[in-house]
């Protein structure tokens, strides 16, 4: 399931279209969106080329990165950083994204992407301090620590939908006028294997995270004409500070726990992939790829 256990992002104002890419951007090709929700990404023709963020071609990029002062954020931080990618830490753990912001080179800003404001915010920071936007990874995330029945405890509740959900929502908003102003570029959101499956044991978590696998899946077609690419990272159980006590249990139990370097591998791939509107899942054992979605029943006239 998603792994992080901080919050926040990054963003600026502004319109245009590829060709105001910066220097060193490269225009490719993405994967179109949904046709009435139905089905995984498609691919597009060269006529609706992205500006494109790729795994080997980060120097100069600009990253947002919530949730970025500890484990899968941390992760996909170094990496950028050691791409040549100029990074904005995004958490609401100082302590931690500030060493990590200091050590890479990049900025930190203390965020909670729960509040609309604070994402702003950090965009408004990414954008005055290096210029533009080109990728934006919305990975902030915690379990709900409840459930529907006697334990049902409203203030958990709020604050699993507020980081969860209201996060993603929140950096997508405030990361597209940017983006947009780059010439384009990539949004990734932190969704998990409890957006695709039911998990009995946090409902309210399976409940925000599905919710992000269906934003994902509408915004690929929705941004794909501003030459943005919108895509789901969906982890099964990561070795992250989120399993807090289940790591224990499910170790016990024999079931394998993701190094988060595997999930960090596959937001790489993912960068280098075609598509937009995809969930891409991390399982032990299996190669990552989009999760292929049954086509849903369509009208009859």
Known sequence: MNTENTIVEVAGTGTGGPEK??????????????????????????????????????????????????????????????????????????????????????????????????????VATAVERYGRLDLAFLNAGIASGCGLGEDFDIRRYRLAMGVNLDGVVFGAHAAIPALRASGGGTIVATASMAGIVGIPSDPVYAANKHAVVGLVRSLGEDLRPHGIRVQALCPSFADTAILGESKAVLEGLGFPILDVSSVVDTFFRLLDGDGTGECWFVVPGRESQPFAFRRAPGPRT
């Open 21 to 122: 890419a910066g220097a060193g951007a490269k225009v490719g090709l993405t994967g179109g969106g949904l046709l009435s929700g139905l089905g995984t990404g498609s691919q597009v023709s060269p006529a609706e080329a992205f500006n494109v963020v790729r795994a080997d071609e980060l120097e100069g990029r600009v990253a947002l990165v919530t949730g970025g002062g500890n484990g899968i954020g941390a992760g996909v931080a170094r990496r950028l950083a050691e791409g040549g990618a100029r990074v904005v830490l995004a958490d609401i753990d100082d302590v931690a994204g500030g060493r990590l912001a200091d050590e890479l080179g990049a900025t930190y800003v203390h965020c909670d992407v729960s509040r609309l404001e604070d994402n702003e915010t950090a």
